[in-house]
């Protein structure tokens, strides 16, 4: 399982200033990053809706949020046919509008916009740790970035649950694997028990990988940017 490490700090540091009214220059200037850079890491959150305007965008300039050279399609992929489905959904939930802008010598396009209600699932989603170590990945990814943008307390507060919760699964997983070393003293064992005590050590690696790197993701947000 592998995590990346560079761009934490530098996104946070980034849409802190953005949404705070400072401009592009400004931004990648406090970050540290190139412009380019800063406006990728802004167009990426526009991909939840969340601008300094109250959010809105159409189809495409979402779908290309999730396309390279994006810092969100380093953690998901979203082909176009597929986002427009989840936005159909969230549209029937009540968590998305959706308006039609006409174009001059163009074909009429679609507007998503983010509802109150939308506003707050999205909030209340960022704000659950994710229940199992192979989500960290992907959806806790996700959760973490635009964790950043909501507000500093949001994303610590996640990132300290998602860390009590990795340090629960660690020991779990050990108390598994003693409980299969101790059968297999009593009985005979068995090339089923060897490999399932393999996932198990597996598993556990892999969580214990996760707190520590979750560990300097918290260190990384505690440091001041130069």
């Known amino acids: ?16 200033c953005w949404l705070g009214g400072v401009g592009l220059r400004t931004a990648a200037e406090r ?15 526009v991909a939840a809706g969340l601008t300094r305007e109250g959010g809105e965008a159409h189809g495409y300039e979402l779908a ?17 046919a597929m986002l427009y489905q989840h936005l159909k959904k969230l549209e ?6 959706m308006t039609v802008q006409l174009q001059q010598a163009r074909p009429p396009r679609r507007v998503y916009h983010i509802t109150p ?5 999205l909030r209340r989603w960022l704000a659950e740790p994710v229940a199992h170590t192979r989500e960290i990945r992907l959806e806790f990814l996700v959760k973490l970035f635009f964790a950043f943008t909501f507000d500093a307390e949001l994303a610590d507060r ?11 699964l660690a020991a779990s997983l050990q108390a598994q ?5 101790a059968r297999e003293e009593r009985d005979v064992q068995s090339s089923a028990g060897d490999f399932e005590r393999l996932v198990l050590e597996l598993r556990r690696d892999q969580t214990l990988a996760a707190a520590a790197w979750l560990e300097r993701v918290a260190n990384w947000k505690r440091t001041p940017p130069s």
Not at 1 to 9: D, Q
Not at 64 to 79: M, T
Request: overall charge neutral; hydrophobic content about 45%.
């Open 1 to 16: 399982m592998v995590f990346r490490e560079v761009a934490v700090i530098e996104i946070r540091e980034v849409l802190r």
């Open 31 to 45: 970050a540290g990053v190139d412009r380019k850079t800063a406006r990728r890491y802004v167009e990426a959150a």
């Open 64 to 80: 290309r949020h999730f396309e390279s050279p994006s810092p969100l399609s380093d953690v998901l992929r979203l082909e176009q």
């Open 92 to 97: 029937r939930q009540g968590w998305l509008s």
């Open 117 to 121: 209600a939308g506003r707050a699932e």
């Open 158 to 168: 996640l990132i300290r649950e998602q860390s009590s919760i990795c340090e629960q």
């Open 177 to 181: 694997i003693a409980a299969l070393e």
